[in-house]
Nanobody, 121 residues
Framework: QVQLVESGGGLVQAGGSLRLSCVAT???????????MGWYRQAPGKQRELVADMSGGGITNYADSVKGRFTISRDNPKNTVYLQMNSLKLEDTAVYYCNAKSRFSYIPTYWGRGTQVTISS
């Protein structure tokens, strides 16, 4: 089993920056077999959506709405994924969830509890 713990959310003015962190803890075998890690978000009344993810090989994928503003990175030895968010907009307000997928398809996707990001005008 793997647990994902997010940090770094908060309240920031539009145009500002935040950096989210997510560390994976738990059984070593499971942590060592995480492939893709990423971030999703869910705004009030909307469905959860992919923000960005990164495969174990370093391939990244971004939502069109955040391209050029957000950057995902990983520190594999530390089992940590980061999301640097710049030029934040009001519409970036949401709960941000960390996500990790095992390289073994029979293992369910792991989710963090989420961290609130609120952008003010």
């Amino acid at each position: 089993q793997v647990q994902l713990v997010e940090s770094g959310g908060g309240l920031v003015q539009a145009g500002g920056s935040l950096r989210l962190s997510c560390v994976a803890t738990g059984r070593t075998f499971d942590r060592n077999n995480i492939d893709t890690m990423g971030w999703y978000r869910q705004a009030p009344g909307k469905q959860r959506e992919l923000v960005a993810d990164m495969s174990g090989g370093g391939i990244t994928n971004y939502a069109d709405s955040v391209k050029g503003r957000f950057t995902i990175s990983r520190d594999n030895p530390k089992n940590t994924v980061y999301l640097q968010m710049n030029s934040l907009k009001l519409e970036d307000t949401a709960v941000y969830y960390c996500n990790a997928k095992s390289r073994f398809s029979y293992i369910p996707t792991y989710w963090g509890r989420g961290t609130q990001v609120t952008i003010s005008s």
